[in-house]
């Protein structure tokens, strides 16, 4: 890794480094926090745990080639150099911040209420087409995983793409201090991590303090159809690249009334649904070159309007580093889905649309959208969504109402919660048969035994519900 020889980590983090001198000048190959991961020349950095203290690892990971490790602990006999810290997370935050700064690279940081993960991964497979990109793993998008990812940058790389989450105040500026984005990408902010911020107004100012981290030449690229971010025109004195559907500011209703949202820079027209595999729509863009307007028709393999708003926010982000109309449609329109997210598994006949990684009223409602174009019977099988503050009963019963006129035969729900959105769909849509469980087993049993060939069956609930195991069982 590029200058971080244990001397400079050592001052990055204000550490003490003890331990051969000759060895103050070698830098670090990698550094990590899980022991078996350990490889020649890195850095162990041990994390206390409610049940495991990474400490405990310092001996075996020095036999597997460790460089060094840090430690809170002043430690006996080590096997090799050591720094003390006062805690081991804080330094590994300061470690990463300075890395992040030594490297030649851009950095495009991403963050919203809902869509992160899967505008990822459309931002990372349009950039592949003409850089070498790193990109968040999994959702490694925390106070951890986030500097363990940025660790994992090399000199090949010319792109990272970050995913940035949070659930509290002063996280964000946390993260983004790490991350130093020279692009910032905000998807939306919806009605997620309310027990914390507790309104939208509140998730707005927590996700915007990334904007005090951006490089000097940082641009802020946001979703100009959300009623809260369209009001961020200028962001650290450089105009917002807006993205949404049709060009023209839309008039919306909100919660303060009507208001009129942002005006597109690039923006999709003739959206058109594909069945379940795809979506159909032309982005328009303007040129940087020439300062016309370049339309690009895409198929987007994975359907649901809100993956055309990834895919904006993908031409948004590669406009401003330069691919052609090519590259951004090749990058488009190979993106994949990853499990747990509108991944579509076809079993003995059934469509599964397992989504049920996790959950909020915004993606519940995209998500129920995916399923009314299916075709054949449609089941809905949902559970509680989680973090939603004093209004949780409210947000599940909105749900429940969003069921009318979409043409879903039944729904199967689980969850003390998801009680409310059963009562909705009962009064909302006469057309859904509704079957609603205290006991996740229960509905298991009935679900497996109604479903038969031809049915489309989407499973969506927020993590903890543990609904993986219902797309286990449905595809055994």
Known sequence: MKNMTLEHIAAVCGGTYIGNEADKTREIQGAVIDSRL??????????RGEKVDGHSFIPSVFEKGALAVLSEEKLESPEGPYIRVENTLDAMKKIAADYRRGLDIKVVGITGSVGKT??????????????NVLKTEGNLNNEIGLPLTIFKIREEHQVA???????????????????NP???????????????????????????????????????????????LCDKKVVNGKPAVFYGIEKAAKVAETEEGQKTLAEKTVYATNVEAVGLTGTKAAIHYPSKETGGEVTMEVTIPIAGEHNVYNALAAVSVARELGLTCDEMKRGIESVQTIGGRSNLIHKNGVTI?????????????????VLSKAPGRKIAVLGDMGELGAEEKQLHYMVGEHFAGKGIDALYCAGILSQEIAKAVRACSSE????????????????????????????????FMGFPEIVKKLTK
């Open 161 to 179: 793409v970050l995913e940035m989450g949070i659930s509290e105040f002063g996280e964000m500026d946390r993260l983004s201090t790490m991350a």
């Open 353 to 369: 649309i397992d989504d049920c990684y996790n959950a909020n009223p915004v993606s519940m409602k995209a998500s129920i959208d």
């Open 432 to 463: 859904t048969e509704v079957h609603d469980y205290e006991d996740k087993a229960d509905l298991i049993k009935d679900l497996v035994k109604e479903v038969q060939s031809g049915d489309t069956v989407l499973v969506k609930a927020s993590h």
């Open 182 to 228: 020279d692009i910032c990408v905000i998807t939306n902010i919806g009605l997620c991590h309310l027990e914390n911020l507790i309104t939208r107004d509140g998730i707005l100012k927590a996700k915007t303090e990334s904007f005090a981290h951006l490089t000097p030449d940082g641009i802020a690229v946001l979703n100009g159809d959300d009623d809260k």
């Open 118 to 131: 899967s505008t990822k991964e459309m931002i990372a497979s349009v950039l592949a087409q003409k850089y």
């Open 38 to 47: 350990v490889e020649k020349d890195y850095l162990f950095i041990p994390v």
